[in-house]
Nanobody
């Protein structure tokens, strides 16, 4: 059974940093692209970035240079390091994986950037 569990969300001041984690199980983690998305209140879910099986990451323009995606295949975990956070980064953050013809999502973790 595919399972994704995000953690690490919190309330942080503008300019601060957070690291989110997504622990995966139920599939061969090392073979798969892992993605991060976010959804702000009243807005559609948007792609943040992803890392391929080799650890190469690609980012949305809004987070490029501030966010870093990495993965630890031994721990079946993908990370999202977020620096220089802005109020507009406030959202629920989700990881996902495309497995067996279906997108699988975690439950999300709330990030709030506010003074």
């Amino acid at each position: 059974q595919v399972q994704l569990v995000e953690s690490g969300g919190d309330l942080v001041q503008p300019g601060g940093s957070l690291r989110l984690s997504c622990v995966a199980s139920g599939f061969t983690f090392s073979n798969n692209v892992m993605s991060w998305y976010r959804q702000a209140p009243g807005k559609e879910r948007e792609w943040v970035g992803h890392t391929n099986s080799g650890g190469i990451a690609t980012y949305a323009g809004s987070v490029k240079g501030r966010f870093t995606i990495s993965r630890d295949n031994a721990k079946s975990t993908v990370y999202l390091q977020m620096n220089s956070l802005k109020p507009e980064d406030t959202a629920v953050y989700y990881c996902n994986v495309f497995i067996g013809g279906t997108l699988r999502w975690g439950q999300g973790t709330q990030v709030t950037v506010s003074s």
